[in-house]
């Protein structure tokens, strides 16, 4: 009997108990959803004459491929195909996908996976840059909710509440930090929401 009166006393306390984030991180700003508008915050290490994000779409217009482009030199040809793989799929068939060209010393760079994208990164400048680097490793944010959805800096890290979706219904938040320093990221889950 005692046993089911401390069952029935902690139950509703571990059901209905709120997670609750730390009044020093403040909200994702909500435009900061769009993959597409993060983009222009990369400050990559490397100095590139010329670098841009384009994805792979069919069209034959080639403008609308491009998702962005830092400034572009006067005098530039590039003929080399566009890569068979990419980062971030966006549809369900394989050929959709985006990727970064870089042109240093007058050579074309692909940058066509997750793993290449964040070395392109390479130090993690601001909150931008770091949201790309978790969406590498398949977290989102949640603007709706703090737990998934909030971040604060300070010296060494960006750290963030964000979330993976669990299923139609559910999503699992995690504290993540990224080293600004090295870009590496560390993901702590703090349960489902």
Do not use: H
């Not at 004459?49 to 384009?54: A, G, H, I, P």
């Not at 491009?66 to 369900?92: A, H, R, W």
């Not at 870089?102 to 940058?111: G, L, P, V």
Request: charged share 25%; hydrophobic share 35%.
């Amino acid at each position: 009997m005692k046993i089911i009166l401390i069952i029935s006393f902690l139950l509703p306390s571990l059901l209905f108990s709120q997670k609750t984030v730390s009044a020093d991180y403040k909200k994702i700003p909500e435009i900061l959803d769009n993959t597409d508008l993060l983009y222009p915050f990369i400050k990559p290490d490397k100095k590139y004459q010329y670098w841009s994000v384009l994805r792979n779409i069919e069209d034959p217009d080639p403008d609308k491929s491009i998702i962005y482009e830092s400034q572009m030199p006067d005098f530039m040809t590039l003929n080399d195909p566009v890569p068979e793989k990419g980062f971030f799929q966006q549809c369900t068939t394989s050929d959709c996908f985006s990727y970064i060209l870089a042109c240093k010393n007058n050579k074309t760079e692909y940058f066509n996976n997750e793993q290449q994208l964040r070395d392109f990164i390479g130090s993690v400048d601001n909150l931008p840059e770091a949201l790309l680097i978790a969406k590498t490793y398949g977290f989102t944010f949640d603007s709706t909710n703090p737990l998934g959805g909030s971040y604060k800096t300070d010296d060494q890290y960006i750290s963030m509440y964000i979330s993976k979706q669990k299923n139609a219904t559910q999503k699992e938040s995690f504290l993540v930090k990224v080293n600004k320093k090295t870009g590496k990221l560390e993901a702590k889950s703090n349960g489902i929401y």
